[in-house]
């Protein structure tokens, strides 16, 4: 396959082939699931309210995330060919129907962009399974920074496709792309399932060891920390980021039009995160992940700040931004080693889905918060909310354990 061309080593091209299937897909994922806030400003010049909007994108991000809980414990157990084809094709579906019926049963199509975030909740907690268990120490980060850049390039794929298309023509685009990923998952798995790429359930806890002790071994991994650490970083990652082109439009007083194109170069940048916060880990930090994210936090907390203080647009925009790309290179951190670094638990699906949950129920609640907090306090007043997030994110990641220096 194609990591046999770009790798000698077959270790290393095994990963390759692994960690490419894996980024189409998500891909897919964060594309469709990115396009509704994309074109945002567009559905708002056409009548949609946005408190309507806020609510599809809170109900989205609430099925989400108990999508994440129940397909997390889940995919510990089923093939990760099964859950990740099921959800695409069942998340494409969803995504159709919410086109047909937006305009005639709003309540229809609220219920259809819920069941959307459901089902694109089955493709993470078994991918992440699937990489940590089939790739080497080594090659595991570098296949989860390929996803993790795929999830942040699909913002910036969504903006651009919303400044060239109608909205309605990007939702056809979103969900035909989740249909064809669904059909291309399916037989590549299955090709590197009978090739031996692929194989499950290679770390398990020890027999006699109930889930209870895998849970307690959870807590003393720190699992409270990250817990936090992910909700703190899921309201950057998924609602700032929903309402970025908003943002732009409304407080910055951007066109709709020029809204999406600032949206596309803002999140193209964003979408490099990935690759400095590895950078930052690996050569700045020495390889402390604890270290890493608090840098990370004091770093956007600033930006944040500094929101309030530049209010040439221009400025404002660069500074949104890199607060953004700070927190989410903690949530880099998070993904890409905190979850692979539990394979040795046998839950990693089950933790990586809880994470995953816990980030997006925070992120509901804010999604709802933020807009009908536009009308009271403003954009001046979510600014200085994302600014104490950052400030409480630098409390939390302070080290006070052991387990996670060692990472």
Request: charged fraction near 15%; proline fraction near 2%; hydrophobic fraction near 50%.
């Amino acid at each position: 396959m194609i990591g046999n061309l770009l790798f000698k080593n077959e270790k290393a091209a095994r990963a390759a082939d692994i960690g490419l299937l894996c980024s189409a897909a998500y891909l897919a994922v964060y594309f469709a699931r990115n396009i509704l806030g994309a074109v945002t400003p567009q559905m708002i010049e056409r009548g949609y309210s946005a408190e309507f909007i806020g609510r599809v994108s809170s109900l989205y991000f609430i099925c989400y995330a108990v999508g994440q809980l129940v397909n997390g414990a889940i995919g510990d157990r089923v093939r990760a060919r099964y859950m990740i084809c099921i959800g695409l094709l069942m998340a494409s579906i969803s995504n159709r129907l919410f086109y047909y019926v937006i305009d005639t049963l709003p309540f229809a199509a609220l219920l259809a962009y819920g069941l959307m975030g459901f089902f694109l909740s089955m493709i993470y907690g078994p991918m992440t399974k699937v990489v940590a268990e089939n790739t080497e120490p080594v090659y595991t980060m570098r296949c989860t920074l390929g996803y993790t850049f795929a999830s942040l390039f699909g913002s910036p794929l969504a903006g651009f496709a919303a400044a060239l298309l109608t909205w309605r023509s990007v939702l056809l685009t979103g969900s035909l792309s989740l249909a064809v990923m669904s059909v291309c998952c399916f037989v590549i798995f299955r090709s590197m399932e009978k090739r031996g790429i692929i194989k499950y359930n290679q770390y398990r806890r020890e027999k006699g060891n109930g889930r209870g002790d895998g849970i307690r071994l959870l807590f003393r991994r720190g699992i409270v920390k990250y817990t936090l650490i992910s909700m703190i970083t899921g309201v950057v990652r998924t609602t700032v980021i929903f309402w970025m082109p908003t943002y732009i439009a409304q407080h910055l007083e951007f066109p709709a039009e020029t809204a999406s194109f600032i949206f596309t170069a803002a999140t193209l940048a964003i979408s490099m995160e990935a690759f400095i916060a590895v950078f930052i880990y690996e050569r700045l930090m020495k390889r402390n992940m604890e270290r890493t994210i608090l840098f990370m936090f004091l770093s956007a907390a600033l930006f944040f700040f500094l929101l309030t203080v530049f209010r040439q647009p221009a400025w404002n925009v660069v500074c949104l931004v890199l607060g953004i790309m700070s927190s989410n290179g903690a949530s880099v951190m998070l993904y890409s080693r905190y979850c692979p670094g539990l394979r040795d638990t046998g839950m990693v699906s089950g933790a990586t889905g809880f994470l995953d949950f816990s980030s997006y129920a925070a992120a509901s609640v804010s999604s709802t918060l933020f807009a009908g907090a536009v009308g009271t306090v403003g954009w001046e007043g979510l600014v200085w909310t994302w600014f104490g997030l950052m400030a409480a994110g630098v409390v939390i990641s302070l080290p006070y354990g052991k387990w996670s220096k060692r990472i």
